[in-house]
């Protein structure tokens, strides 16, 4: 009877420190939560409900999965959002939840769609992509898209020059928008870093682009 109630009682603790950590994680995210919100608002950017579009690029680059929070606004005049989304994979023994975020810019048209991620050498064995004309630029990033000349007249070699000194920037012309994504959280920072990698990009874009294969 006394073991009996002493595993009852050594239970009860281990329950209520169980709840007592969980609510101190999810008052730490509330806060953390509302700290981010409060600076994101200094550049105008405030929440917005989860775009199905935006979240359909994600499911597209990773796997399905939920959206989370978003924030809309502009960066120098172009209409911006950024979403956060997680997913979950599993090796049929366990599973793990993921969190990435994605960024996108508007464009002034509607671009067919082309992809610039980075490569290696297990990517290329399975599947091949465009060729471009610098080798240097085809080691380090994979372009997937259905019009050879549209991805050439996209990535000139100016544009694959800057590429390559910025090779951590993923992108994707989808739509009216330039979207990046990452893996994580996103953190104001590495936001405002993304957001001027990605106007580098648009800065790079030919007017022609625009003009010739703009919807």
Same mark, same amino acid.
């Given at each position: 009877?006394?073991?009996?109630?002493?595993?009852?009682?050594?239970?009860?603790?281990?329950?209520?420190?169980g709840?007592?950590?969980?609510?101190?994680?999810?008052?730490r995210? %509330?806060?953390?939560?509302? $700290?981010?919100?409060?600076?994101?608002? =200094?550049?105008? #950017?405030?929440?917005a409900?989860?775009?199905?579009?935006?979240?359909?690029?994600?499911?597209?680059?990773y796997t399905n999965?939920?959206?989370?929070?978003m924030?809309?606004?502009?960066?120098?005049? +172009?209409?911006?959002?950024?979403?956060?989304?997680?997913?979950?994979?599993?090796?049929?023994?366990?599973? $793990?939840?993921?969190?990435?975020?994605?960024?996108a810019?508007?464009? /002034?048209?509607?671009?067919?769609?082309?992809?610039?991620?980075?490569?290696?050498?297990?990517?290329?064995?399975?599947? @091949?992509?465009?060729?471009?004309?610098? $080798?240097?630029?085809?080691?380090?990033? %994979?372009?997937?898209? =259905?019009?050879q +000349?549209?991805?050439?007249?996209?990535l000139?070699? %100016?544009?694959?020059?800057?590429?390559?000194?910025n /090779? @951590?920037?993923? #992108?994707q012309?989808?739509?009216?928008?330039?979207?990046? #994504?990452?893996?994580?959280?996103?953190?104001?920072?590495?936001?405002?870093?993304?957001?001027? @990698?990605?106007q580098g990009?648009?800065?790079?874009? /030919?007017?022609?682009?625009?003009?010739?294969?703009?919807?």
């Amino acid at each position: 009877m006394a073991l009996m109630l002493v595993l009852y009682l050594v239970g009860g603790v281990v329950v209520v420190g169980g709840t007592l950590a969980l609510l101190a994680y999810v008052k730490r995210r %509330r806060e953390a939560l509302q $700290q981010r919100a409060h600076a994101m608002a =200094q550049y105008g #950017w405030f929440p917005a409900p989860p775009s199905p579009w935006l979240a359909e690029v994600a499911a597209r680059l990773y796997t399905n999965g939920a959206p989370g929070e978003m924030f809309a606004g502009d960066f120098r005049g +172009r209409g911006l959002c950024v979403l956060e989304y997680r997913y979950t994979t599993s090796n049929g023994k366990s599973s $793990q939840t993921h969190t990435v975020h994605l960024v996108a810019l508007n464009l /002034p048209a509607a671009l067919p769609p082309l992809t610039v991620s980075h490569d290696s050498a297990l990517r290329r064995a399975f599947s @091949a992509d465009i060729e471009l004309e610098s $080798q240097a630029f085809n080691d380090a990033f %994979r372009v997937d898209c =259905q019009d050879q +000349r549209y991805a050439s007249a996209v990535l000139h070699p %100016r544009l694959m020059e800057w590429m390559l000194a910025n /090779p @951590a920037l993923e #992108w994707q012309l989808a739509g009216n928008a330039l979207v990046s #994504w990452a893996y994580g959280a996103f953190a104001i920072p590495d936001l405002l870093a993304r957001l001027e @990698a990605l106007q580098g990009v648009l800065d790079r874009i /030919p007017p022609f682009v625009l003009r010739d294969y703009g919807a």
